[in-house]
């Protein structure tokens, strides 16, 4: 298994890095139902604003790719990442169900760009060698999340 991982390339491996970090740090979805139950949201409040956000996505990914069509994957990339910094921000302060609608429609903003990562995918993973690529690519972030939720629910329940 560390035998194949070697042998891809530098922006294969570089790329899988960035989505081991990245996948710790979304540790926000699994706590937003604590953060709601904190704030004494009711279900059917929680359930609305995630469908106005499921909505505001529905519309946003409709007008916003189009518009996107020209620009890089590295920089759409890199977009992506930074509106999926906002929502763990924004909960951080979260003191109202508006903060948390807020955070959810943010979060729902990143699925905009999730063209990006698939023509990114498409350039740095040679074709021969591209299932065993996304093979690694799924199961290496989860593999990290598995190791290190634990740890921030420890430290977090500590």
Not at 52 to 60: R, S, V
Request: with cysteine; hydrophobic share 50%; aromatic share 14%.
């Amino acid at each position: 298994m560390l035998k194949d991982f070697k042998e891809f390339d530098k922006p294969v491996k570089r790329y899988m890095l960035m989505h081991w970090i990245g996948g710790f740090f979304l540790i926000y979805q699994s706590l937003l139902p604590v953060y709601m139950n904190r704030l004494n949201i009711k279900i059917l409040s929680a359930g609305l604003m995630i469908t106005g956000a499921a909505i505001a996505d529905a519309l946003l990914t409709r007008f916003v790719s189009q518009k996107l069509d020209k620009v890089s994957p590295n920089k759409a990339i890199a977009l992506d990442w930074i509106t999926e910094a906002l929502p763990p921000f924004i909960y951080a302060f979260a003191n109202s169900s508006l903060f948390i609608m807020a955070g959810t429609i943010f979060g729902k903003l990143s699925n905009v760009l999730n063209f990006s990562y698939q023509v990114y995918e498409n350039e740095i993973f040679s074709k021969e060698k591209r299932d065993k690529i996304y093979i690694y690519h799924m199961i290496t972030p989860e593999i990290m999340t598995c190791l290190l939720y634990p740890l921030v629910g420890h430290l977090v329940a500590g």
